[in-house]
């Protein structure tokens, strides 16, 4: 995962270093229904359930050339996700949030993001008013609430802000269409994958927890 972080982030650079022609920008408004889950590397921590969420934003697509095919996107939106997390613990019982909770509890994580995408897009051709995208890059996101509810009973909708680290990153591959409606006016689908690299939670442990997610986008270009 550090070696595609690291080819991302040098794609990214190379190509917005190459850009000696007038760029374009274009603004969208979007909005996300998404699936998310919180997976571990360690053998006694692992996902026990996925969460539905959703972000909304807007989004920005800066182009070189006439025929707006290469670009970087870009934008802020604000993401809620999570998902449940089994601890099964060699000890009788673990701490979370300030108290023991006994081996085999579930925490159903609530967290909201805001959410810095940066990704090389590549477009088609217009056909019959169609265009096709992808892209590949980075999710860089900022922890702006989190909350937790416990399957015995200890915490229900708590906030834990200091169960889970303020800064995350994940790649971002997606691909959607784009209709022209006329003028500098489109709208959009998408789906795009993020995947995380960092351990969303802060504890002390070895184990590492990361967030994934799947969304389906749609969005209005202005």
Request: aromatic share 12%; hydrophobic share 40%.
């Amino acid at each position: 995962m550090k070696r595609i972080f690291a080819i991302a982030l040098l794609v990214i650079a190379a190509s917005a270093a190459s850009a000696q022609v007038k760029k374009k920008v274009r603004l969208a408004f979007v909005a996300s229904p998404q699936i998310s889950w919180m997976n571990s590397n360690d053998k006694f921590v692992r996902s026990d359930g996925n969460k539905l969420g959703y972000d909304f934003g807007i989004s920005t697509d800066i182009y070189w050339g006439e025929e707006e095919r290469y670009g970087l996107t870009t934008g802020i939106t604000i993401l809620k996700a999570g998902g449940d997390v089994q601890y099964n613990t060699e000890s009788a019982t673990f701490k979370f949030n300030g108290k023991n909770l006994p081996t085999g509890t579930t925490v159903s994580y609530d967290l909201q993001y805001l959410e810095i995408p940066l990704a090389l897009k590549l477009k088609t051709s217009q056909f019959h008013r169609l265009t096709y995208w992808g892209q590949f890059g980075l999710t860089n996101y900022i922890n702006i609430s989190a909350k937790g509810e416990t399957s015995e009973g200890t915490f229900k909708n708590d906030r834990i802000p200091d169960e889970v680290n303020v800064f995350n990153a994940g790649l971002n591959v997606g691909g959607g269409i784009e209709y022209d409606l006329g003028g500098s006016n489109s709208i959009r689908a998408a789906i795009i994958y993020n995947g995380g690299f960092m351990d969303v939670t802060s504890d002390s442990n070895d184990d590492k927890v990361t967030l994934s997610g799947i969304k389906i986008q749609v969005g209005i270009i202005f």
